[in-house]
């Protein structure tokens, strides 16, 4: 994932293939849900710039990391 994002968060998790099933939920400083999918490329331009929690769930498990939107 780069850090810091500006348009485009790409996730990347080793052992785990493009074609794997995965969903994405994204939370602001708060705490509340600002964005969700299932993609492995997030269009991060609608978000505010700020930093942000990304949790990742996949049949490999729960993986979380904060990304910096400018």
């Known amino acids: 994932m ?3 994002a500006t348009t485009v968060l790409n996730i990347g998790i080793a052992g ?3 074609s ?3 969903s994405y939920n994204i939370y602001n400083m708060l705490g509340q ?3 969700s999918g299932n993609d492995m490329r997030i269009d991060t331009a609608k978000l505010s710039k700020g930093i942000y929690n ?3 769930k996949t049949d ?3 993986f979380s990391r904060k ?3 400018e």
Request: proline letters at 10%; hydrophobic letters at 55%; aromatic letters at 4%.
């Open 16 to 18: 785990l293939d493009a």
């Open 67 to 69: 990304f910096i939107r």
């Open 54 to 56: 990304i949790t990742v």
């Open 2 to 4: 780069p850090n810091p």
């Open 33 to 35: 849900l600002v964005a």
């Open 20 to 22: 794997a099933a995965l």
């Open 60 to 62: 490999k498990g729960t």
